[in-house]
């Protein structure tokens, strides 16, 4: 059955609004480390610093964001871009992600889990570190992890956590593909939304190519 144009329009907004999502992803997953040039941030409240993890025995000074794509000794770093942060105990936990939330795991479902000690694969208590946040840890098995961050706010009132979901071990192609797809998509639908497949395809667009054909024979 063919569709007519206004149910293929529709077909092409439908599946353009759902490649923005996926285009969007990257940019919403990963909770409080985001990319900034070639940099990525981690935002504690209102304190900011440089995050990268390095995986020494397998990448040498290859530095990453998040996830890793092996397993072994790794080394996370935090470069403190406000001087607060080098007064301030820094506890840091990672527990195995059980939320259900994958890459899309925010605080609030990191609350709902309760007691972490269970699923506490790494806990640096809290510790003033002086310019740079520093820590090692030994993964021994792939899979999805959680870090979290923890520091005392000024003057003592609660605290600012950071969360950020990875996978330890990850090979896969990630959501590049989607982002592809995503921009194929949309310019898809904005060249139909446009008309210019139905210029095209139109009888006097094919008149028009073979006139122009026949005139430089």
């Known amino acids: 059955m063919e569709l ?37 941030i981690i935002r504690i409240g209102f304190f900011k610093a440089h995050f990268k993890v390095y995986l020494p025995e397998s990448r040498g000074h290859k530095d990453y964001c998040e996830d890793l794509p092996d ?44 007691d972490l000690a269970d699923i506490t694969v790494f806990h640096h208590p809290a510790a003033i570190q002086q310019d740079v946040f520093t820590i090692a840890h030994r993964f021994e098995a792939s899979g999805e992890f959680v870090g979290i961050v923890t520091v005392d706010r000024p003057g003592g009132n609660g605290v600012y956590t950071a969360i950020f979901p990875f996978e330890a071990g990850f090979t896969g192609p990630g959501y590049w593909p989607w982002v592809i797809a995503a921009l194929i998509l949309l310019q898809i639908n904005y060249l139909w939304m446009s008309g210019r497949f139905a210029r095209s395809n139109s009888p006097d667009a094919s008149t028009a190519a073979h006139t122009r054909r026949s005139g430089r024979a």
């Open 71 to 114: 397993i072994g000794n790794s080394i996370f770093v935090m470069e403190y871009e406000h001087d607060g942060l080098a007064e301030v105990p820094i506890d840091f936990r990672i527990i195995r992600n059980v939320t259900g939330q994958g890459r899309f795991t925010n605080l609030d479902h990191v609350t709902q889990l309760g």
């Open 4 to 40: 007519d144009r206004t149910s293929c329009r529709r077909l092409l907004a439908a599946l353009a609004s759902f490649a923005c999502f996926f285009a969007a992803t990257p940019a919403a997953a990963h909770g409080s480390v985001t990319p900034d040039a070639d940099l990525c």
